[in-house]
């Protein structure tokens, strides 16, 4: 795991671990709120390159 650490920036784990705290299955929520999440991520990457 050290290794994968290494390997991946410290702006990709932060977006897997966002990634995360949504649950797994959200049949339940519209798919615009998913998308609108990741928007959100993508401007925050870009902000930060």
């Known amino acids: 795991m050290s ?4 390997l991946n920036p410290p702006a990709s ?3 897997r671990r ?4 949504y649950p797994p299955q ?3 929520k519209p798919t615009l709120i998913i998308l ?4 959100s991520e993508i401007a925050e990457q870009a902000r930060i390159l």
């Open 26 to 28: 959200n049949s339940g």
């Open 18 to 21: 966002k990634r995360h705290q």
């Open 13 to 15: 784990e932060n977006s």
């Open 3 to 6: 290794s994968d650490s290494n």
């Open 36 to 39: 609108a999440g990741l928007q």
